[in-house]
């Protein structure tokens, strides 16, 4: 049911928002009025449906991951003439943000308030009221959820923002004050909260009962959400934080509190423990045996044990195509291959000892090659000439990038991977099929990637995005407490070991190291959400909320020399246009990129045709 809803959903919301190119500029010319839609309860039920489509079109989704992705020092669109070049070189602002929710957001919150202020007036059939009877207040839990979503999705990316009154359901052309004036962070927080408490007790905990629901927002969610947002609420970017001490309402009320609370990392760490507390949710473990396996099936199966919040995608191969490698011989994945990871994504990613490779005793090495086995999403295949920078890692690095001489799919594909460059490769190159649009680094995305899509034969992926899964639960916990404690405490190490239990890896504290210490867990756990969630969209908000993006996401990235000069080629004493050519310059490291990122890109700019609009009421973000 909840599938076909959503389609008549879309639809309606396509149909009601023809004319409408910002939420605020003016009133769009309703198509569909309210009366026509809240008359009925089967259009009624597609204006819930609607609501929905919220998580598809907010920074949630998972192609507007894989850009935010990029955004970040975890990978490069090194296709031509993308947004995401733009915003990397710092050259966008309040009138050009690729990456700007503010006008679909309090649509979707107008949305939000006309269903409430509706839904209890539609007519019921009289031989449907018991069923309505339960189910109308359930939707309404569900809309009040989506709408502190979107709440919070505008906290994180513009901080101090209006609350829209519940009963604001229509804008004019003359914007109403609520939109003209920005509430403080606590005041912003403690709505999301208290809406997200308002309506927990009302959601069920699951869908067991009912599998044709499954996908819906649950209790787990609500409370997930809570803690989410607390932790947003603890972290460097909005406790405290000086630097927008100026940024005050025009009658002078301050937006971002200036005095830092330590409480707020305990009521993360409340939240947090609540859900797991719960015990309705489970990591996914579906080959605790092989624990690259074990990581990589989350991303390509329709899981709801470990996911608490799914955004539900279609059966395609879409995401392939872009994800996989490239290559024009027939051997090859054959996919776009659109996203060129990055060294420092790489780099990040600890050794089996669970050292990082900085560590002198971790065993790590750039010299030399190595034979052994690989899996190849489908099964162990013997590869060889491997770098040893890739060998005995983390296995989410095996499970989530492609490199040199490894192999995908190895029935259906038998070369290895071949990144480095070749000349004379008639085609047989992941790297250079068309220059200007494939893999600049030496790296391309494995994560998300369906072993059982052939994308020279057949087969179609089947997976949700996992807006919120229960080890971003572990890892909220974990943060929270270390930041709340003098020293970690064994609660801490307990919670994040769960995570990384799943792959393996060993538990921490980790003999000779400082894990032992704040500083020592908090370098760890930033690590742990690095390399956990990479490509899901978190590592572009987590630098901002720590306040490190100005050291990570500014100067240059880096990758392997998969695009040598002429002249490093010819050097080498061999074919220039030979394989051996290519690889024998490959291992080095080489800037990619050069990007900018100033203390005003910690929030958003609020757009400028928004500002104008305010009369000056509306007051903008640092340095926009």
């Known amino acids: 049911m909840i599938r076909k809803l959503l389609y008549h959903g879309l639809m309606l919301f396509c149909i009601t928002t023809i004319s409408c190119k910002k939420y605020l500029d003016v009133v769009p010319k309703e198509v569909v009025t309210e009366k026509d839609i809240y008359d009925n309860i089967n259009t009624a039920e597609r204006a819930w449906a609607n609501m929905y489509t919220s998580l598809n079109t ?92 979107l709440y919070f999705e505008l906290l994180r990316a513009y901080g101090a923002v209006p609350l829209l009154g519940d009963d ?18 606590d005041e912003v927080v403690n709505y999301i909260v208290t809406e997200l408490d308002k309506v927990t007790p009302t959601l069920p905990i699951d869908y067991t009962d009912n599998p044709g629901e499954t996908g819906r927002i649950t209790r787990g969610g609500a409370m997930a959400l809570k803690a989410i947002t607390l932790l947003y609420a603890a972290s460097p970017l909005l406790n405290g934080n000086t630097m927008y001490a100026g940024i005050k309402n025009t009658d002078g009320t301050q937006l971002f509190p200036q005095a830092y609370d330590k409480e707020k990392w305990k009521k993360a760490a409340d939240a947090a423990k609540a859900v797991l507390d719960m015990n309705v949710y489970t990591l996914n473990n579906p080959n605790p045996t092989n624990p690259i396996d074990n990581y990589a099936r989350l991303f390509y199966s329709r899981e709801y044990k470990e996911t608490i919040l799914p955004l539900l995608l279609g059966s395609t191969r879409d995401l392939d195509q872009n994800i996989q490698p490239n290559g024009q011989d027939a051997q090859s994945a054959g996919g776009y291959g659109k996203f060129s990871v990055l060294q420092e994504m790489v780099d990040a990613y600890e050794m089996k000892n669970g050292l990082p490779i900085t560590d002198p005793n971790a065993g790590y090495t750039k010299d030399g090659f190595w034979n052994g086995p690989l899996w ?75 072993p059982g899509v052939n994308l020279r034969g057949s087969g179609n992926g089947n997976r949700n995005f996992p807006i919120i899964r229960l080890a971003e639960i572990y890892l909220i916990y974990a943060e929270a407490m270390n930041e709340y404690l ?29 894990d032992n210490t704040k500083a020592g867990m908090r370098k760890r756990i930033q690590n742990e959400w690095r390399v956990e969630f990479a490509f899901e969209g978190k590592r572009f908000w987590n630098v901002r909320r720590w306040l490190i993006a100005r050291n990570v996401d500014n100067g240059g990235v880096h990758g392997m020399n998969a695009r040598p000069t002429a002249a490093e080629l010819q050097a080498t004493g061999l074919d220039p246009n030979s394989e051996a050519a290519g690889v024998a310059v490959f291992y080095k490291l080489t800037t990619i990129q050069t990007r900018v990122f100033l203390d005003r890109h910690y929030l958003m700019p609020i757009p400028q045709s928004e500002i104008d609009k305010g009369g000056g009421k509306l007051v903008q973000n640092l340095g926009w």
């Open 486 to 514: 003098d020293a970690p405490s064994q609660d801490v190490y307990d919670a994040i070991n769960k995570v990384r239990a799943r792959v393996s890896m060993p538990a921490l504290p980790v003999s000779g190291t400082n």
């Open 376 to 450: 190849d999403g489908k099964t162990f295949r013997q590869a060889a000439n491997i770098s040893n920078m890739y060998k005995d890692r983390d296995p989410r690095f095996y499970a989530s990038i492609n490199f040199q001489y490894a192999y995908w799919d190895s029935a259906n594909h038998r070369r290895p991977l071949r990144y480095a460059y070749f000349g004379n490769n008639g085609g047989a190159s992941d790297g250079w099929p068309k220059s200007g649009t494939n893999c600049e680094t030496g790296y391309n995305m494995r994560k998300w990637c369906d």
């Open 168 to 185: 604001v359901t229509d804008v004019s052309a003359k914007v109403p004050d609520e939109l003209n004036i920005r509430k403080p962070i």
């Open 58 to 149: 907010s920074s949630t989704n998972i192609y507007t991951n894989t850009t935010l992705a990029a955004c970040t020092d975890e990978c490069k669109n090194h296709w031509e003439n993308v947004p995401e070049l733009k915003f990397n070189s710092g050259a966008w602002g309040p009138t050009d943000n690729s990456l700007d929710t503010w006008g679909t957001a309090w649509q979707f919150i107008r949305r939000a308030n006309i269903f409430l202020k509706n839904i209890d007036k539609t007519p019921i059939p009289q031989d449907r009221a018991d069923y309505y009877s339960t189910r109308i207040p359930q939707y309404k839990a569900e809309v009040r959820f989506l709408r502190a979503k």
